[in-house]
């Protein structure tokens, strides 16, 4: 049996997914973290730090197993040499995306944001007293990509300071190609647009043949590029709150350094230890998971389609299928969904309110039952 079937019970341990649905007959296939056990380097890391006994301040920027981790991950899996300096941690991504605007926007600015997109990016615009400018994705020979005509229509504003983007995209899953990416900084760089890159799914890409393309790696984007990453989807340890920013301006770091002070935590040292064992000792945990999340895409997606009233299309990348549901000719999807017994992500919590958004980073028996739900 594969290590990714055998996933630990979580519904007594306060989690967050399934406390949604306590006690009720639903399955929750929501938010986006996996059901799988962590893999054993990590634990045991960990379990190391537990046992030394002290919790007291670890400075991120000094621990040196996490930045030379971070360093090694990104040479080797994306061919990407930085500087240890480069990096900025934070605790989580979402914060680091509201300080990118704190940081370098004005009230009244504007944020350009690709759409569809998860909760707290499409948020974060409005709670940093600055103008959301969507830009939307469409769907083209069955992949969606983002609409970049409507990207360079709307950069040309000068009160477009910055554009966030996601990549891998959350909740379609496409991964921008190298074309994609080079218009992206053409369009930024020609219309003085600072770029922030929410790839934080990154390092979970299904289809083969199809690599990530670090927004900070391109030339044409280094000086003007805010880069975040985390170990956290990729490794199910987003619990530990730990992420980092790649910013190789030593401007733009100092600015987005200032724009988190006195505000943002430090990222905690069990995250940075979990991190360090992450990106240096669970290369061959994370081919194992590919290669099971790359099943449960096909099997889901073969399943979804044979249904009356959803489609989907497969995704390059995460362990999240976005569906159209459309065809169902219901006034609530997510209420359709719940009376199935399953608990997705409500589409109009992304701004389309006829998909929702299935999290399949669980065992294939769990899918299956989800799947078996949705059909009957």
């Known amino acids: 049996m594969s290590q ?25 296939c929501w938010v986006a973290d996996t059901e799988f056990r962590c893999a054993e380097p990590i634990l045991h890391a960990m379990q190391k730090q537990t046992e030394y006994g002290n919790f007291g301040y670890s400075l991120p920027a000094q621990h040196k197993p996490a930045n030379d981790a971070v360093v090694r991950w990104l040479k080797d899996k994306h061919d990407w040499a930085i ?27 504007k944020v350009l944001i690709q759409t569809p997109n998860y909760p707290p990016l499409l948020a974060a615009p409005g709670l940093n007293g600055t103008e959301r400018v969507p830009i939307p994705t469409k ?3 069955d992949r969606w990509t983002i609409d ?11 009160k477009c300071k910055l554009m966030i983007l996601c990549n891998p995209m959350n909740p379609v899953g496409s991964v921008m190609t190298e074309s994609e990416i080079s218009r992206i900084a053409q369009i930024c760089e020609r219309n003085d647009v600072l770029l922030c890159s929410d790839e934080i799914h990154c390092d979970l890409i299904l289809e083969e043949g199809v690599s990530h393309i670090p927004a900070g790696r391109v030339n044409a984007l280094t000086e003007r590029s805010i880069t975040l990453m985390a170990a956290s989807k990729t490794f199910n ?34 995250g940075l230890v979990a991190t360090a064992a992450a990106f240096t000792e669970c290369d061959d945990w994370l081919t194992e998971q590919i290669a099971y999340l790359r099943g449960n895409r096909d099997y889901l997606v073969e399943r979804i389609n ?26 609530d999807v997510l209420k359709w969904c719940e009376s199935k017994g399953v608990g997705p992500s409500p589409g109009r ?28």
């Open 237 to 270: 340890i987003a619990g530990l709150g730990t992420s980092f920013a790649i910013i190789p301006n030593a401007t733009l770091r100092r600015q987005f350094t200032q724009g988190a002070a006195g505000i943002v935590p430090w990222a905690n040292v069990m």
């Open 83 to 109: 500087e240890a300096d480069w990096i900025v941690w934070t605790p989580g991504v979402v914060p680091a995306f509201n300080v990118a605007i704190k940081a370098y926007c004005e009230a009244g600015d």
């Open 148 to 158: 970049l005509e409507e990207l360079e229509k709307q950069a040309a504003d000068p």
């Open 4 to 28: 990714f079937e055998n996933t630990p019970d979580r519904r007594d341990f306060w989690t967050f997914k399934w406390q949604k649905y306590a006690g009720q007959d639903v399955l929750p």
């Open 349 to 376: 919590d992304f701004g389309e309110p006829d998909y929702f958004r299935i999290n399949f980073g669980c065992s294939r028996a769990m899918l299956t039952e989800i799947l078996d739900r949705l059909s009957a």
């Open 139 to 141: 769907l083209e020979a």
């Open 306 to 331: 044979a249904i009356d009233g959803l489609k989907v299309v497969s995704a390059d990348a995460t362990f999240l299928a976005w569906i159209d549901a459309s065809g169902l000719g219901v006034e």
